[in-house]
């Protein structure tokens, strides 16, 4: 009995811990390195999650409607060490521009790699295209 409850036990932790990696994709999977696109917009919404973070936004088409937008790109942690802060450094209400890649379903959704505050400070939000990391240079140079 005891060497049945360890099993399930296993089991279930086996189970457990594979559930979060379903989330995770990699770039090429999701975006075309192909398709830059950037994009100036309003902040609608700002989501520090993992594996990756997410914001969207209110982006004006080329016949003056408001399309959404949502972008994903580093984690919270590797966001906090390129130098963003929570409910700091973008806040919802907030206009910025955004380069990233496009997703290959076509959906108006992007990859971000570099976010352009307001103030005109620049700040990597993701890897670079097809990748899993930022490399070692700054969005700016200080």
Not at 47 to 76: A, C, I, M
Not at 111 to 139: C, I, M, N, Q, S
Request: overall charge positive; charged content about 20%; hydrophobic content about 40%.
């Amino acid at each position: 009995m005891v060497r049945l409850i360890r099993c399930v036990g296993l089991v279930a932790l086996a189970f457990a811990l594979a559930l979060p990696a379903q989330a995770h994709h990699s770039f090429g999977a999701e975006y075309d390195g192909n398709k830059p696109v950037t994009l100036k917009g309003v902040v609608t919404k700002i989501e520090w999650t993992n594996p990756h973070s997410h914001f969207s936004l209110d982006v004006k088409d080329e016949k003056g409607r408001t399309v959404s937008w949502q972008f994903s790109g580093y984690t919270v942690n590797a966001l906090y060490r390129t130098g963003w802060k929570r409910d700091v450094t973008m806040k919802v209400g907030d206009t910025v521009s955004v380069f990233g890649w496009r997703a290959r379903d076509g959906s108006n959704s992007a990859h971000a790699r570099e976010v352009t505050l307001a103030d005109g400070k620049k700040l990597f939000y993701g890897p670079p295209a097809g990748t899993g990391e930022g490399g070692a240079a700054p969005a700016v140079k200080p």
